[in-house]
């Protein structure tokens, strides 16, 4: 191995560990405000990539008609609480949200995605595309159980990403996608040549956890959110319902998948089942930050893409291997420093 | 529920009304058909031995627990409504654990008590904030500092200050004695004293009877789950059966 | 005969002659069924009953599988050899991973297993010596004493033999003394502890056992398919096995069956049917099982069998006789010997002091009691004493030896026995079982002895020790109801007499009293007084001051974590720190 070659693999790690940033702090986000370790994370990205690549092909994205089916069923539910509460005023809202505006983005889609736009509009239209769909699997799976335990949610988590993957194949298809790079510089520093492509990625990265630091820091949402997830009993009893929390927090997990998935689009082919791997890797880095805390899951996010750069090119057989053994030396440790309240078990 | 801010909600005479409230846990009947009234603007204090159901009570007024029976806030029927929706409505609890948010500064933790009314867009948040560190300058001092290092009264008064922030009509108050130096204990109820010539009704739930006795008009004392005794707090105090509720002169399971 | 035997004779006799009026086509779906059942037992006792969920099992299916190819074709060995030596393996990998993943509290668990359920597949894929992603083929088939299992027919019968013993081993361990034990893992084990269980032990043979299941399907897979390849031992696979065990109801050995079963029919007709109906090729089942297993972990998270139960009722499997052996006893301490001394024991929380410099001692055949307003330390000193939490400082002495360095299993070992002020019994278990487990120290069988059922003797004597106890303190009528059906009242004294089944010295109760009716406080504070009388020392912590203050010897007083008084209780009525302390003294 020879300089040239580790500061390739250097980037590249560097790069990836971007991405996992991204997603670990979706995944800590989440976890912190409504306990639910979101593996479908990585469907996000995968949508998100693909839904991006189908545009490019001029073609209206299944995500747009997953949309209008997803939100059809909720307008359903939803009604029918309505009005057997007698809230009838709450119809007109859930109409808007879940029927008027994804028959819009799909007439849009049908409009806007054979004109084949450009690059920016495409990326705009598949962001709206895809976030909605976090709302929506909050308000379908896991608004029922917001009292359910963490061990409860994560199976439904697991069972969300199975149901999430298999219609990502009906959507999308079988085949990979792997869309064109946002910048194809090449810039020489010194003795290293540093793609443009990286650059933007993790410029874009670090962009996005900046403005995400500062709605936590400076919003009342984003304060709301935060204080959910600090005592969730204090949050109701200051107004803010476990609802609009988990609402807002799957919202920001949609947008941070989406967003990955379209920097990581260009970089990789991306299968409609590969956002599963991606997003555990997400995983090992926020477990790594205890799924609580930020600053050590980035940490871990980058160790986790250098990890898997340089395994790559030492044993690229048993990159997984090994990427997904390191997680247990870390649980073990992170399992040894929290002491879990047992009332999180079930009582029987 | 229509939230009513004219000038007719402020006629009604009973802030609080609960009617028949009953809680089971499982098996268990921790309140049983419990009546109460608090007037507006008054204090009314709920006493009792460890036990009893105080805060049992205190929790399904406000919401947190199923209950049978009816709680009408400002004469409307609110057994129905969402705890958030009755605090966005003006109906506060100060919860005997504080419930603060202990990883967050002392000033977020007071703006978010306004959360409510910044998501009706309500102007003059900034105002009351100022108020509340007029009422409590040690919270002013400690605006900076985590909520979780302040000592016991500092937070017992930022959750109070926290839960006015809401502008609340009803403030129920869940042990706030608790866990607190003598010194500290007077200082908190000359506030709540304080707090009614600001037009808050209060309902004051205490084991400390004789603090409570001597802030409130009127007292209930609960004994397991029950109202075993009411009236003017004057009266209470000087009556020798609230003594024998605390330690069991009653002989009611002598044998 | 019961309904429950009918049908389960219906069962076997349609098990046994399936396969000579039955398609090949549904023998080898219902092979497969039995496969996957296997692994769901093992799940069944492991997440369902144990409370650790696996998603990793796919993993230990794998090695079983690969360990007898590889050494079948490579070495041609016997493939019944080959099949221990996956059990030792498999059982080895098992104690590691386990030693390492079983420390994990709380949601950590499954996460472990999904790690090395990943990092297991994909070490299958690529190590070459076992073929890479393309496996090896070339197994041989089996063959029993000579005759060849070459059909999928032949092999049915091995397979279900072995189905239908898993699940009898599995039932005997749960209705036994190891299987109380592992019965109580759930919720934190702390009153599993208080009674002598090691829990850490208990989970990691569990785990094994669940592990050594699978290792056990991956040898028939292997055999009956002739190849291996990685496919079947990946993740998604494990997360199958759970769906198994959650649809068909995870508390439930038939439902590992259950779930296998429709699991496997239900992916069977969605592969083959659904595409030709819709036109289009793809994974359908994923998007159906997921959405399935999230409507049902909405509103039926027990799964599918309580609503056979419903229609079925269960059958009793176990019986209390009415004469058994006695257990030996412990020997009594002489009245008036000091028994308990808390010597100047502190607890600090942070900055927290909840106890500080707390004294007292008890006296052997009094009752004691603790008092003191809310927040005082009541019941942080309880768990102090009983080896929950660790001292501050100071010490505390039993009988003359220190015990609080100790933890809480041996602690019970010395004959200290308590409740709990949130009643800690398993709802499901009935009466005389969740007693019993108060006896875990007095017996020994373990558990290979209680799989194979070869325990019954000394399960007599326990059993029957929990009904003298029973009988005891007045609840001898509802031995074999099922323990959520009893009124609180009842329930406190349910884990009284499951306390006295530990054969204690002292009996530590944890607000007996709380929540319960006048007339149950009165029976309660009789059986008090009684045993008493037959000599047993009582430290009680309380806030109902008519029940206390009418049935204790002495008291002492606790706030803000130091005793502010001691004596007898008509002292105490008027102490004026404790007046201060109760009713507050503010000006």
Redesign the interface.
Known sequence: MNLDIALLLTQDGLTNGAIYALLALALVLVFAVTRVIFVPQGEFVSYGALTLASLQLGKVPGTAWLLVGAGGVIVLLDGIIAVRERRLHRLPRVLLENLVFPVALLGLSGWLAPQKPALWIQVALALALVVPLGPMLYRLAFQPLQNASVLVLLIVAVAVHFALTGLGLVFFGAEGSRTPAFSDARFEVGAMSVSGQSLFVIGASVALIVALYLFFEKTVYGKSLRATAVNRLGARLVGISATLAGRLTFTLAAAIGAVSGILVAPITTIYYDSGFLIGLKGFVAAIIGGLVSYPLAALGAVLVGLLESFSSFWASAFKEVIVFTLIIPVLLWRSLRTHHLEEEDERE | MTTDRSAGAAAVALALEVTDLSVAYGKVEALHHVNLKVPSGSIVTVIGPNGAGKTTMLNAVMGLLPARGEVRYEGVSITHTEVEARVAHGLCLVPERRELFAEMTVADNLTLGAFPRHRRRERGIPDDLDAVYARFPRLRERREQLAGTLSGGERQMLALGRALMARPRVLMLDEPSLGLAPLIVREIFRIVADLRRSGVSILLVEQNARAALQVADYGYVLETGEIVLEGPAQALATDPKVVETYLGFSGKTAV | MSRARCLLFVFLTALVLGPAFLPEFYVTLLNYIGLYSLVALGLVLLTGVG?L?S?GQAAFVGLGAYTTAYLSTAFGLSPWLALFVGFALTGTVALFLGA??L??????L???T???G??LY??FG?LQFLGGQTGMTGVPGLSIFGLALDTGRKVYYLIWVLVIAALYSIQNLLNSRPGRAIRSL?????MAESFGVDTAWLKIVIFVYAALLASLSGWLYAHLLRFVNPTPFSL?IG?EY??MV?IGGARFVWGAIVGAGLLTILKEWLQSLLPKIIG?A?????????????LL??RA?EGLMPFFQHWLPPARWVEAPQSAPALPQRERPKAGERILEVRAVRKQFGGLIAVNDLSFEMSSGEILGLIG???AGKSTMFNLITGVLPLSGGEIHFRGERIDRLPSRRIGRRGIARTFQHVHI???MTVVENVAIGAHLRGHKGVVAAALHRERAEEATLLHEARRQLERVGLGEHLYEQA?SL??GQQRILEIARALCADPVLLLLD?PA??LR?RE??AL??LLRRLKGEGMSVLLVE????????LVDRLVVMDFGERIATGLPREI?THPA??EA??????
């Not at chain 3, 420390?103 to 950590?108: D, E, T």
């Not at chain 3, 759930?186 to 702390?190: A, C, K």
């Not at chain 3, 793809?282 to 999230?294: D, H, N």
């Not at chain 3, 806030?543 to 009418?550: E, I, K």
Request: hydrophobic fraction near 45%; avoid cysteine; charge should be negative.
């Open positions: 409370g969920t998603f390492i993943t420390r994990l509290s709380g949601h950590y499954p996460l472990g999904i790690a090395w990943i990092s994909y070490l690529n759930r919720g934190g084990g702390v998604n997360i759970l769906f959650v289009q793809g994974e359908f089942e994923a998007i159906v099982l997921g959405i399935l297993l999230v972990l909405q998270r307003p809310n927040g398993r709802t499901t959520g009124a609180l607000e709380a929540g006048l406080k009165q504070a009789e806030h109902d001051m008519d029940f206390v203050m009418n009525q404790v007046l109760y009713l507050g003294g503010v000006e």
